[in-house]
């Protein structure tokens, strides 16, 4: 069965510090993963996902499929990162699966 | 263009109560998904509809009914609700769930307490 692990509930780093969101995941097939993202008061919403290579907000995301793992790292994190981190995983167009979430407190 | 809208925001049950949840989207999306989220434990998915007509369970589909009313709306019902039903219920749609880099847009949710 599909499953996502973040093995930290709650990661505190000072401004400026670099971060690093763990995730890992078991899947038999080929894996999508994504980072969502929850402000306080505001919606879930997608922060990065593997495919897109891309850099958002600071924030980067690489696949290991060895590790089965799919980190979200910052160099130098800011006050306004500190949100609820979801890590998840597309199955087959069959399933999404979240992670338990990362609460990610940057300290001034 | 409001997304997702959810209501009611919150609401309170006593054991045994039944209530429907409804969710709309006008983004003219395909599929669409019932969550609950607990503490320590994340999103789990009840509920999906991959497209208008179907629906599937999720992880967690026991003591919930669905209906995709149409493309746009997907309500989910408790018959009889339980204190373990509490939760906050997160409604979203994606343009379609088969699509390896579909994201899906959530609605603000509601949190629902069972006494």
């Known amino acids: 069965a599909q499953r996502v692990t973040q093995p930290e509930k709650l990661l505190s780093v000072f401004k400026g510090a670099p971060v690093e969101l763990k995730c890992n995941y078991s899947y038999s097939g080929s894996p999508e993963l994504f980072w969502y993202v929850q402000y306080s008061r505001q919606r879930l919403q997608l922060l990065l996902r593997h495919i897109s290579r891309e850099s958002i907000k600071g924030f980067t995301a690489d696949l290991n499929k060895g590790e089965t793992s799919f980190h979200l790292k910052k160099p130098f994190a800011q006050e306004e990162d500190s949100a609820m981190y979801y890590c998840a995983l597309w199955a087959d167009g069959q399933n999404f699966v979240f992670g338990p979430g990362t609460r990610l407190s940057v300290l001034p | 263009n409001a997304g997702v809208t959810q209501t009611p925001k919150f609401q309170v049950l006593k054991t045994g109560q039944s209530m429907t949840l409804q969710c709309a989207q006008d983004m003219n999306h395909n599929s669409m998904y019932w969550y609950r989220q607990d503490p320590g434990m994340g999103l789990r998915l009840i509920y999906y509809?991959?497209?208008?007509?179907?629906?599937d369970k999720g992880e967690v589909p026991n003591g919930y009914n669905v209906s995709r009313l149409n493309k746009r709306e997907f309500s989910l019902r408790l018959e009889s609700a339980a204190p373990s039903q509490t939760s906050v219920y997160f409604c979203a749609s994606s343009h379609s769930i088969r699509k390896r880099t579909d994201t899906q847009y959530f609605g603000p949710g509601t949190r629902l307490t069972v006494l």
């Open positions: 509809s991959a497209s208008e007509g179907t629906t």
